[in-house]
């Protein structure tokens, strides 16, 4: 069972920046693909960025070059997001998959997810 908490979200002005951070409950955390998704009142949950065990990521197109995902080894992922702009204003999910799944947009690859933290982008 691995638990996922989120922080990190707020509000902020267009062009500004925010660190979203997730700490996960479990010894084998090492082992999952780890994940940020985002969902917008009204629409779909949408994939953001994931980070595999070895390192490689992987980001929506929308995100490249404004966001960066890393994760350490006291199983924490993080989230960077800079220039941000009021289109990527949603609650942030983060999930956890097994190593296996190697489709990271899909959402039904994800075991585990936290329970959300929002990000609002102001005009």
């Known amino acids: 069972q691995v638990q996922l908490v989120e922080s990190g979200g707020g509000m902020v002005q267009a062009g500004g920046s925010l660190r979203l951070s997730c700490a996960a409950s479990?010894?084998?955390?090492?082992?999952?693909?780890m994940s940020w998704f985002r969902q917008a009142p009204g629409k779909e949950r949408e994939f953001v960025a994931a980070?595999?065990?070895?390192?490689?990521s992987y980001y929506t197109d929308s995100v490249k070059g404004r966001f960066t995902i890393s994760r350490d080894i006291k199983n924490t992922v993080y989230l960077q997001m800079n220039s941000l702009k009021p289109e990527d204003t949603a609650v942030y999910y983060c999930?956890?998959?097994?190593?296996?799944?190697?489709?990271?947009?899909?959402?039904?690859?994800?075991?585990?997810w936290g329970q959300g933290t929002q990000v609002t982008v102001s005009s």
């Open positions: 999930a956890a998959a097994p190593s296996s799944r190697t489709y990271y947009p899909n959402q039904y690859n994800y075991d585990y």
């Open positions: 980070i595999t065990w070895s390192g490689g």
């Open positions: 479990a010894r084998t955390f090492s082992v999952y693909t």
